[in-house]
Antibody
Framework: EVLLVESGGGLVQAGGSLRLSCAAS????????MTWVRQAPGKGLEWVSS????????NYADSVQGRFTISRDNSKDSLFLQMNSLRAEDTAVYYC?????????????WGQGTLVTVSS | EIVVTQSPATLSLSPGERATLSCRAS??????LVWYQQKPGQAPRLLIY???SRATGIPARFSGSGSGTDFTLTISSLEPEDFAVYYCQQRRNWPLTFGGGTRVEIK
């Protein structure tokens, strides 16, 4: 069974930092691209960042470029999102999601999400 | 950036009725269009990928069609558990983009 368990969310002041983690199990982690998707309260889904299975390619939404860094540790089946210079508009539930196939970016498994609240 | 637009914003239907949801991309995404379902308090669930391929475990009443810029998600006969919000997503180009969602509510 595929499981994705996020942690690291919480309340932080504007300008602060947080590091989200996602522990993956039930599949060969290194074979799949991984992604962070967020959802502001009462709003729709927003893609944040993706990383390929081999770690060599990363992509970011313009809204987080230069402030967020995605990374992974394939030896520990873990995905991370380092978030710096946080803004009120970064307040959202952050989902860790698994790519559906090798190198593909549709999302077949989602974690339960971790809430990040940025106070201004 | 490819803008993805969903319509209608809200669809009010009764159980047993047919639901037709639309998703339009601002430029061609070939068939790289994905549909998700989200219920309150839950993470989204993958329904359809690459425009028309049903994900594992998705009932046959859900079907997807379209290519290029215009896509449709059809629910042939609504079950009580199908009342939810549906999102489409293009994976043709970076940045990946989602539509704003269609809420299917009980009439």
């Amino acid at each position: 069974e595929v499981l994705l368990v996020e942690s690291g969310g919480g309340l932080v002041q504007a300008g602060g930092s947080l590091r989200l983690s996602c522990a993956a199990s039930g599949f060969t982690f290194s074979n799949y691209a991984m992604t962070w998707v967020r959802q502001a309260p009462g709003k729709g889904l927003e893609w944040v960042s993706s990383i390929g299975g081999s770690v060599t390619n990363t992509n970011y939404a313009d809204s987080v470029q230069g402030r967020f860094t995605i990374s992974r540790d394939n030896s520990k089946d873990s995905l991370f999102l380092q978030m710096n210079s946080l803004r009120a508009e970064d307040t959202a539930v952050y989902y860790c999601v698994k790519g559906g196939g090798y190198g593909t970016y549709y999302f077949d498994y989602w974690g339960q999400g971790t809430l990040v609240t940025v106070s201004s | 950036e490819i803008v993805v637009t969903q319509s209608p914003a809200t669809l009010s239907l009764s159980p047993g009725e047919r639901a037709t949801l639309s998703c339009r991309a601002s430029q061609s995404v070939n068939n790289y269009l994905v549909w998700y379902q989200q219920k309150p308090g839950q993470a989204p669930r993958l329904l359809i990928y690459d425009a028309s391929s049903r994900a594992t475990g998705i009932p046959a009443r859900f079907s997807g069609s379209g290519s290029g810029t215009d896509f449709t998600l059809t629910i042939s006969s609504l079950e009580p558990e199908d009342f939810a919000v549906y999102y489409c997503q293009q994976r043709r180009n970076w940045p990946l983009t989602f539509g704003g969602g269609t809420r299917v509510e009980i009439k």
